[in-house]
Nanobody, 121 residues
Framework: QVLLVESGGGLVQPGGSLTLSCEAS????????MAWYRQAPGKQRELVAT???????VYADSVKERFTISRDNARKRVALQMNSLKPEDTAVYYC???????????????WGQGTQVTVST
């Protein structure tokens, strides 16, 4: 299986910056895309940003121009640079990998345990 571990969450003031990181480990045949999702209390989990192995990225409208997703294929790592943070960005952020654990394993989504990001004064 693919194991995803997030790091970098914490408390930050509005307008501040924070960088999240996620590293994949375990059995990995191929990772087709990695992404960051987030879920605020009482809300559905939503896609924040996704990036393919070729580097193509897509962002949610709410974070476009403020967040930047990047991927290190060699390290099997994905990062999310968050700038100009707003209280509305407060949520648990989850790392996601669209991957195959082995050549015979169906392609599926793998999830990290999540890291809390709180934007508050």
């Amino acid at each position: 299986q693919v194991l995803l571990v997030e790091s970098g969450g914490g408390l930050v003031q509005p307008g501040g910056s924070l960088t999240l990181s996620c590293e994949a480990s375990g059995s990995i045949f191929n990772i087709y895309a990695m992404a960051w999702y987030r879920q605020a209390p009482g809300k559905q989990r939503e896609l924040v940003a996704t990036i393919t192995s070729s580097g193509s990225a897509v962002y949610a409208d709410s974070v476009k121009e403020r967040f930047t997703i990047s991927r290190d294929n060699a390290r099997k790592r994905v990062a999310l640079q968050m700038n100009s943070l707003k209280p509305e960005d407060t949520a648990v952020y989850y790392c996601n990998a669209d991957a195959k654990s082995t050549v015979l394993t169906p392609r599926t989504f793998y999830w990290g345990q999540g890291t809390q990001v709180t934007v508050s004064t």
